[in-house]
């Protein structure tokens, strides 16, 4: 009885609710883990030729970093407003919002690891035959992945939480639980579904961070220094005798 008295009683912790509603949950959560995982996805994807574009100078970096700066100041009912007559009430209304919003943060990071990548390793490059295709693709890139890397946390993170403002048009994922919930002081399904959320955050940021870890082994305390003051191209390891190009998050 003390179980199912739990929801009559409107208690913060009801193991019953959880139970009871664990499709509706279930649903909820992937719908934002899908909404999360493609806007960061697509910020990603645009974050990279707009931090390139303002790597050409000042005259380029200016109106970038300004933009992306402005997109994020604009309050999240505001954007969505905005955007409302061109995707109406959709999930790509949602997920637009929120690749706007993760611009401010992957921008400056890609930008500032590729501005970290040592000018004598770029020169090495040129000297053996690389072009600006296979120099991007092949030696800044790989050494800007820490830099790259830890924007994708946060940028993530933050999209997680900035996803629950798309229950106001249905596509909140989690949030479609937590504002209704709010209004009708239901207090266990407040509780389950920010829980949730949070534990979304922290996995997504172990993940990230366990995929970091993976793919710039150089940058690890107590990495052996390279023998040779020459790194050798071919791999972004085989650059860690270069000075390190960002501080891992």
């Not at 933009?67 to 959709?90: C, D, E, K, Q, R």
């Not at 390793?121 to 000297?127: P, T």
Request: with cysteine.
């Amino acid at each position: 009885m003390a179980a199912q008295n739990c929801l009559v009683a409107n208690d913060w912790i009801c193991w019953d609710y959880v139970t009871s509603r664990s499709q509706e949950l279930t649903d909820a959560t992937l719908e934002h883990i899908w909404i999360t995982g493609v806007s960061v996805l697509i910020g990603i994807a645009v974050s990279v030729p707009l931090a390139l574009l303002a790597r050409r100078g000042r005259h380029w970096a200016a109106p970038v970093l300004g933009l992306t700066t402005l997109l994020y100041t604009i309050p999240s009912l505001a954007m969505f407003s905005l955007l409302l007559p061109v995707f109406g009430l959709s999930a790509a209304l949602v997920v637009t919002g929120l690749v706007l919003y993760s611009l401010t943060i992957l921008v400056r990071n890609v930008l500032a690891g590729l501005e970290a990548v040592p000018e004598d390793v770029r020169e090495a490059a040129r000297g053996m035959g690389y072009g600006p295709g296979r120099l991007l693709w092949q030696v800044e890139l790989p050494l800007a992945l820490p830099a790259l890397l830890a924007g994708v946390r946060i940028a993530t993170v933050s999209t997680v939480a900035l996803t629950t403002v798309g229950s106001i048009v249905g596509k909140g994922g989690l949030g479609n639980l937590i504002a209704p919930a709010v209004n009708s002081s239901f207090k266990a399904q407040v509780l389950t579904a920010s829980v949730l959320c949070v534990l979304l955050a922290l996995v997504a940021d172990l993940l990230l961070l366990g995929v970091q870890r993976l793919l710039t082994p150089w940058t690890r305390a107590g990495a052996r220094p390279a023998a040779s003051p020459s790194p050798s191209l071919s791999s972004p390891a085989s650059s860690a005798s270069a000075p390190a190009p960002a501080k891992e998050a």
